[in-house]
């Protein structure tokens, strides 16, 4: 075993001993190394990238659709294929009928306006609608309301979300709803105003149902009247 | 010094590169010459660690171990040099043999040379018992750091020295009948 195990020492010194000394730096090592660097810091650049556009995305999802959409900005949505496969249009207005049903509650109106697809073929509604207030007049209402983003019915309910919302896709008289809360009426000497209802697709559709006992209270005179407007929803109770 | 070199190539500066690779080269290429019995690709071996090393420094938490990280990545490189060649060799091999060729293999630097039965020999182990035969026999590392190089138990270590001791008596053996 010795034998062997000297042989190969003097062999390793021996052909170590043939390689020749180091007096240069190769010119392509640094020009190597310095494209290594920055290779380097570019993949710790991307992943940081991708890391936190990660977590941006995983956060956004976690966090759910948002509660809280600003009135009058409406997300319009894609065209979405039914179960045969042919896409579903957005609701027109010319499609809808749009009906308030508001009942009175701790000195404000609650309930909600009830939309009816009454046409004959399938559409669908997402987002949140605009919602203008008209004097005896037939004039907008611009100043003296104040609109704010509620949360749906099924959420402030408990109840699981239904399949497929937001979207919510109306066969031929099927009915979604936007869940409303309206307080303090005073504008307009208390007299009933009308809504118009703008549809994300383009268009409005004005809100019957409303007369003198689903009009909010006027509690608080010179003080603006509140309108919290949720999001469409599928309807499907009376 | 060595330190402080380690520290400027940390912060960029490659110009230092340089001064580690004149410090550090001749070892490394007689350790790499040694693994692949082949002058030009050991230094290629070299270069590319000194390259690979370059771009890691910056983790090396502990300057004094450049010498130890030089050796392992050379050896690394070494070894998965002749896996790729193991895969090479057996597809020539097959392809040799549908056309009927016969082997054209270069012998390796040296070999002609009297005495250098041995020398040739050593090409017949595997790339990790070649490794744990230099590291102890060239480098006279104990056991325990020929492990951590191979990152393996000193008991494997002990193994592929043990066998691949075996194969080169063998080939000798066989040479000298």
């Known amino acids: ?238 | 010094m060595l330190n402080s070199s380690v520290d400027r190539v940390t912060a960029g500066d490659t110009g230092k590169l340089g001064e580690l690779y004149l410090r550090h080269a001749d070892g490394a290429v007689r350790l790499a010459y040694l693994l692949t019995r082949d002058h030009g690709l050991a230094e290629d071996l070299v270069q590319e660690a000194f390259v690979r090393m370059a771009g890691r420094l910056a983790h090396l938490r502990d300057p004094e171990a450049f010498d130890a990280y030089l050796r392992r990545t050379v050896v690394n490189l070494s070894n998965s040099y002749f896996r790729r060649k193991k895969v090479e060799r057996a597809y020539l091999e097959r392809t040799r043999g549908e056309m009927g060729a016969a082997r054209t293999d270069e012998p390796p630097d040296g070999a002609h040379e009297d005495g250098e039965a041995l020398w040739q020999a050593l090409g017949t182990l595997s790339g990790r018992q070649r490794a744990a035969i230099v590291l102890r026999f060239y480098e006279d590392l104990p056991e325990r750091k020929v492990a951590e190089i191979l990152n393996c138990r000193p008991g494997t270590v002990k193994s592929l020295v043990s066998r691949g001791l075996e194969t080169l008596r063998n080939q000798i053996g066989g040479e000298d009948r």
């Open chain 1, 1 to 238: 075993v010795n034998e062997i195990d000297d042989q190969l020492r003097q062999l390793f010194l021996r052909k170590a001993a043939d390689v020749a000394p180091h007096r240069e730096v190769p010119r392509s090592l640094v020009t190597r190394a310095r494209r290594r660097i920055a290779l380097n810091a570019l993949s710790v650049g991307i992943g940081v990238v991708v890391l936190a556009t990660g977590a941006f995305v995983g956060v956004r999802a976690l966090s759910g659709p948002p509660a809280r959409q600003p009135i009058g900005h409406s997300t319009r949505p894609p065209v979405r294929p039914t179960t045969s496969g042919a896409p579903v249009a957005e609701c027109a207005s010319a499609q809808l009928r749009a009906v308030a049903s508001l009942e009175g509650a701790a000195g404000s109106r609650v309930g909600a306006i009830v939309l009816t697809n009454a046409s004959d073929a399938a559409c669908t509604l997402q987002g949140r609608p605009d919602i203008t207030v008209l004097n005896h007049n037939g004039d907008p209402i611009t100043s003296g309301v104040t609109f704010t983003a509620s949360s749906p019915q099924w959420a402030a309910d408990g109840s699981p979300q239904p399949k497929d919302w937001p979207v919510v896709t109306l066969q031929p008289g099927d009915r979604a709803s936007v869940r409303i809360g309206w307080s303090n009426w005073c504008l307009d000497g208390g007299a009933v105003p009308t809504w118009r209802m703008g549809i994300p697709a383009g268009g409005t559709v004005d809100v019957s149902g409303l007369d003198a006992s689903t009009v909010a209270p006027c509690n608080g005179p010179g003080q603006p009247s509140t309108i919290q407007v949720g999001p469409f929803e599928p309807r499907a109770g009376p």
